[in-house]
């Protein structure tokens, strides 16, 4: 098994297309990089960009919604990516001129650069410079802290991402980490720690409306291309490469659109944000029905299922291991979260001792959510049943002697089903879409089939041997897009669909 020798290694700088994408798309990428630097020139009066920052999107192979929980997660970067190429005007006028490759639809910016502080976010609107400014505030901070003298640099910028937007492989995270690594590069941090930029870029994020848990940012910046990535985030954020065993047959992982959009910044209310607010809750009382005394940690709100799961078992000095611990977690909800149809915000003020005016502040104060019920026993019961998958998952993958082929990817496939099937009934984060695109994959002859990234549209992953790639690209064809889209264009069917084999994290 390889691992990571320091979290803090840095972001490397590369000249070879070779070590960022897969062999088959190099030719692609190199048009598109030349298109790039083409209008780069053609925007700032000829001169080609001084370097360009980039971070990948992502897909989760398993461990849905459990980041913000403080739970290990195994995703992998994918070759789709956010560019941002940075030059320098001849005069510093304190300004960031921001334009964009597809200028019809996100229209060119001039940002005054703060002198100190942040610049500021409206995370009401769906303005696509937010997530610009998210990572260019992170970066100022992280800057400003190594230097008490700082002056922040005009900069000119072009940015280009192939990742799609609201398809749930991270297009928001992938924007704010290389925006944030173009700044601080700008700015003459040329030795970025990667654990540095994926911590700023965890809590930059929040500041556009989205309680990110972690792992998006994670997986952009640290994957190594060919291993899946191990993230965990209790007591501190740590990542090492998994390696996939050489089967016979061969398998790889295929990515399907749903076609239904999942912008988390704009249903966040209703959906991921109220999901956050559940598992604190659920959290909350967890420890205060079990007499626990929990401190904060590094979760959105502050209390994490996790540092439940730690609390309990100090208090006890059982010697378990992190599977049994979880499994007895996963019997301790039905005990103390009896409420199957869901807590009023009365009732669960009433068990915690505090006001309902005061809890909805608290809640409200970082992320407005809208509902009338809570349901924290589903929300509790996915979160541990999931961690339990995902070590599960990983201990498959680190089998000594490896397991045969078959057993592997039969046992791999069959915790990826079982997410999907959590996803849809306890965490209810699926959607149509996706449970069609996941039964027609499986009909096919794929191993495993579920969700990836936030749900309620957006992606799904697909563990599958390598023989049976057409096979289901034509399945999801014939049976599910040229459905929903009886006109649909050659072009939009091949967008559709994503063979990938794990990817390279943020370079320069």
């Known amino acids: 098994m390889k691992t990571i020798n320091a979290m803090d290694e840095s972001v490397p700088v590369v000249c070879e297309f070779s070590r960022l994408y897969p062999s088959e798309g190099l030719g692609g990428q190199e048009q598109r990089w030349n298109r790039f630097i083409d209008l780069f020139k053609e925007k700032y009066q000829n001169k080609s960009p001084v370097f360009v920052a980039r971070s990948p999107g992502r897909v989760n192979l398993i461990g849905e919604h459990i980041d913000y929980s403080l739970y290990e997660v195994l995703p992998m970067a994918i070759a789709a990516d956010v560019l ?30 703060p002198s100190e502080g942040s610049i500021e976010i409206d995370a009401s609107t769906h303005e696509w410079t937010n997530y610009f400014k998210a990572g260019l505030n992170g970066a100022l901070s992280l800057l400003r802290q190594k230097n008490n003298n700082f002056s922040p640099r005009s900069m000119q910028l072009l940015v280009d991402g192939t990742v799609p937007v609201g398809g749930g492989l991270s297009s928001s995270a992938a924007f704010v980490c290389a ?48 291993d899946a990535l191990s993230v965990s985030f209790f007591p501190q954020l740590h990542a090492e490469p998994i390696a996939f065993p050489k089967l016979d047959p061969p ?39 079990l007499g626990l005394r929990v401190a904060g940690d590094a979760s959105p709100l502050n209390h994490s299922l996790r ?39 009365h009732e669960i003020a009433s068990l915690l001792s505090i006001t309902p ?22 929300r509790a019961t996915h979160v541990f049943s999931e961690a339990l998958r995902v ?40 959607c149509p879409e996706l449970d069609q ?68 994290g943020s370079m320069m």
């Open 84 to 113: 941002v190429g940075v030059s320098f005007p001849p005069h510093d006028n304190h300004i960031i001129s921001i334009a964009n490759v597809n200028s019809q639809k996100f229209v060119s910016r001039a940002l005054a650069i």
């Open 179 to 226: 925006s944030a690594l173009a700044v601080l590069w700008a700015n003459g941090m040329e030795d970025v720690s990667k654990k540095e930029l994926v911590e700023l870029a965890i809590v930059s994020e929040r500041s556009v409306g989205v309680s990110s848990g972690g792992m998006d940012q994670a997986a952009s910046v640290f994957s190594i291309k060919g």
């Open 251 to 289: 398998i790889t992982f295929m990515i399907a659109q749903s076609f239904v959009a999942a912008d988390k910044h704009v249903t966040a209310p209703e959906c991921y944000n109220l999901r956050v607010v559940e598992c604190t809750l659920a959290a909350e009382v967890m420890a205060s029905a």
């Open 307 to 345: 540092a439940v799961q730690t609390a309990y078992f100090n208090s006890r000095y059982e010697a378990l291991s992190p599977i049994e611990q979880l499994e007895k977690m996963l019997s301790l909800v039905s005990v103390v979260l009896p409420k199957t149809d869901g807590y009023t915000l």
């Open 357 to 378: 005016s005061a809890l909805l502040e608290r809640i409200n104060a970082k992320f407005p959510i809208r509902t009338s019920r809570f349901l924290l026993a589903q």
């Open 391 to 430: 070590l599960e998952f990983r201990s498959l993958l680190q089998s000594q002697p490896p397991l045969s082929g078959s057993d592997l990817t039969t046992r791999l496939g069959a915790l990826m089903n079982e997410s999907q099937s959590s996803c849809r009934d306890v965490y209810e984060c699926s």
């Open 437 to 504: 695109l996941c039964k027609i994959a499986t009909q096919a002859g794929a191993h495993g089939s579920r969700l990836t990234g936030a749900g309620w549209g957006g992606c799904s992953v697909h563990l599958v041997p390598k023989g049976c790639v057409d096979e289901i690209r034509d399945a999801w064809n014939n049976k599910f897009y040229k459905i929903l889209e009886p006109e649909i264009s050659e072009e939009r069917l091949r967008e559709a669909v994503v063979v990938s084999e794990p990817g390279q």
